[in-house]
């Protein structure tokens, strides 16, 4: 058979491209539901994460129901769980200065969790930082993820468990809502919870940058709102 | 069968993909900070070059040369999607931690290398282990190299503390790229001076 003529080259393109789009369709399509059942137990287990009710590792050791069922019954009524992609629409509103609300998950002990999201070196970084209003705006515990950053290095925000301790007892500065929060060379003595910084990480300048922009773009909208508020 | 052994030990030894062919660095330099993300990626690659390996020689016969490129292409960017795509339904932590440069792998010059080189003039069972031996020589070195990055430059290996719990200092450059192709040279070094025959005249 020749298969150098032109009819045949364009069928035989054509047939394996549709063979493998049909493929990939019918993969993607039957495995979604167990991603998105992922991707919801991930976000779900960050914030358990951040707000102290478990370790990630622990959690993730746990399966989805179980995570799923630590949280329902734990959350002050019900909380819509907001996935990271409707976080980066959330974020443009936030950083034109439109005056979106910050989705923010309330649990029965008190404890709030706010999300942030913004720009790392490669790719979007988000995280959860987990506060408690009682004396000043306090951390109570932090998570954070990215999607891209270089392992060992910006990667570290999620890694290295040392990183986000530094946030645990922070007090944020919610009568500064444009720079409420520092993360910065050097940070502050430890011990030092009450000039809200912390240190950022060596050899990951964009991604330690990009992590305090999007603190300050997320916290700075949540304590706004507390002080319109008026509570607090 | 004695063929087939062949076949199967040159990519690992006189044939390595990267030491010898040096293809595919730059995703040797990019997952070989840590142990663990190394092997979960080896593993990838190896599916992805033996199965891709697999599918191009059996279709070998029907491709119409002058397209062929771009067929090749296809084959193995639908693998690694499936790849991506099952990681993320069943191993979603591992998927995670590996996040953008399991996609990569479509640029890994090796399996496009192989099926071009070997699986288009050879048949099925060959191919399949050519394939599957080039993406365990890949990952063979990535191992190596990622020993000694994540041992040097963490202190740690597969996250357990080693040389940290020891009081060792961090070295910050070996997490760095360019110490990646430093300890790739020095491999390189190591496999030449014992297999003279590789040196060039």
């Known amino acids: ?232 | 069968m004695g063929k087939l052994k062949e076949t199967f030990l040159n990519p690992i030894l006189k044939g390595n993909p990267i030491t010898v062919l040096v293809l595919g660095i730059c995703s040797a330099l990019a997952v070989t900070v840590e142990l663990k993300g190394a092997c979960v990626m080896a593993l990838s690659v190896i599916v992805v070059t033996g199965v891709s390996s697999l599918i191009a020689s059996l279709l070998r016969n029907t491709i119409p040369n002058r397209v062929r490129i771009i067929i090749q292409l296809v084959i193995v960017a639908m693998m690694v999607i499936l790849v991506d795509q099952f990681l993320k339904a069943f191993a979603f932590a591992i998927d995670k931690q590996l996040s953008v440069y399991i996609g990569l792998i479509i640029t890994n010059c090796i399996v496009m290398g192989r099926i071009e080189a070997f699986a288009l003039g050879n048949k099925p069972i060959p191919s399949l282990v050519d394939g599957l031996a080039n993406g365990l020589g890949y990952g063979l070195i990535l191992i190596a190299v990622a020993f000694f990055r994540e041992l040097f430059g963490s202190g740690t290996l597969f996250g357990v503390p080693v040389l940290s719990a020891l009081g060792y200092t961090n070295n910050g450059l070996v997490i760095l790229p360019p110490m990646a192709l430093i300890i790739l040279g020095l491999i390189i070094w190591a496999q030449r001076s014992v297999q003279k025959d590789l040196q060039e005249k």
């Open chain 1, 1 to 232: 058979m020749n298969t150098n003529n032109n009819t045949y080259t364009v069928i035989y393109t054509t047939v394996i491209c549709v063979l493998v789009a049909a493929i990939l369709a019918f993969v993607s399509q039957t495995l979604k539901p167990r991603q998105e059942a992922n991707e919801k137990a991930e976000t779900i287990s960050q914030i358990l994460t951040a707000a102290q009710f478990a370790d990630k590792a622990e959690l993730q050791k746990m399966g989805n129901a179980a995570i799923i069922q630590l949280f329902n019954d734990n959350i002050d009524g019900k909380a819509e769980v907001v996935s990271v992609s409707e976080l980066k629409a959330l974020n443009y509103k936030l950083k034109a200065g439109e005056n979106v609300p910050v989705p923010t998950y309330r649990f029965k002990n008190g404890v709030k969790v706010i999300p942030i999201y913004g720009a790392g070196l490669w790719g979007p970084v988000w995280g959860y930082i987990a506060v408690d209003d009682a004396d000043g705006v306090r951390i109570v515990g932090a998570y954070f993820d990215h999607e891209s950053e270089t392992p060992g290095l910006g990667g570290k925000i999620k890694d290295d468990p040392a990183f986000r301790a530094q946030f645990k007892g922070e007090v944020i500065d919610a009568g500064n809502p444009a720079k409420p929060f520092d993360i910065v060379k050097g940070g502050s003595p430890a011990g030092n919870t009450e000039d809200s910084k912390v240190d950022a990480i060596t050899g990951a300048t964009m991604t330690s940058k990009g992590l305090d922009a999007a603190m300050d773009v997320w916290l700075g909208a949540y304590v706004k709102s507390l002080n319109h508020g008026g509570t607090k």
